[in-house]
């Protein structure tokens, strides 16, 4: 009797973990505008050309009312310049190109490559007559950095059609 109720019980937790493991596939459609935000802040002169950058997603995504890409997920991104401030009024650039998301399940999800570019404000125009003509330390005035703010948020889109394995569907 013990062996049949043990058996009995193994067959129901069995059915009720399939059902719970059910999934269903759904397109995210190229396109898809999709909200990020950078956790931290970065300088040019920090970094160099080809460094990942991470930014996370600030808002979820839902396909038919269904959490395709989850709040905080993982976005990554690259470093194409990062060009340091210097003297002269000479200013700093920073430009990041924003490339995928990775989900929890560790699907990547490619984005329409994205360039985000912050440069810094040149002092050169006023520096360089200034420090020629009255005071020559002027010139080692440098320019203003190559810089994104922590916080930073922006729009990117989803490069294709992407489909996502999306588990705990019921129907």
């Known amino acids: 009797m013990k062996k049949g109720l043990v058996l009995l019980l193994s067959v129901v937790m069995s059915v009720i973990t399939l ?3 059910e999934s ?3 397109t995210l459609r190229a396109g898809t505008p999709v909200q990020i935000m950078s956790e931290n802040g970065l300088r040019a002169s920090k970094v160099l050309a080809g460094d990942e950058v991470e930014f996370r997603v600030a808002t979820a995504v839902n396909v038919n009312d269904v959490t395709v890409i989850p709040y905080n997920s993982l976005v990554k991104g ?3 310049e990062a060009k340091k401030n210097a003297i002269f009024g000479i200013k700093g650039k920073l430009s990041i190109q924003i490339n995928s998301i990775v989900l929890p399940s560790g699907e990547i999800i490619p984005l ?4 985000l ?3 810094g ?3 050169t125009a006023w ?5 020629l003509l009255l005071v020559w330390p002027i010139l080692l005035v440098p320019g203003q ?3 994104m703010k922590p916080g930073y948020s922006t729009m990117v889109t989803v490069a294709v059609d992407t489909n996502i394995k999306v588990n705990n569907i019921s129907e």
């Open 117 to 119: 570019n912050f440069d």
């Open 145 to 147: 950095r190559g810089e």
């Open 78 to 80: 690259t470093v194409t």
């Open 121 to 123: 404000n040149s002092n």
């Open 112 to 115: 329409s490559n994205k360039i």
């Open 19 to 21: 059902h719970s493991q």
């Open 24 to 26: 269903k596939t759904l």
């Open 127 to 131: 520096v360089l007559p200034v420090g």
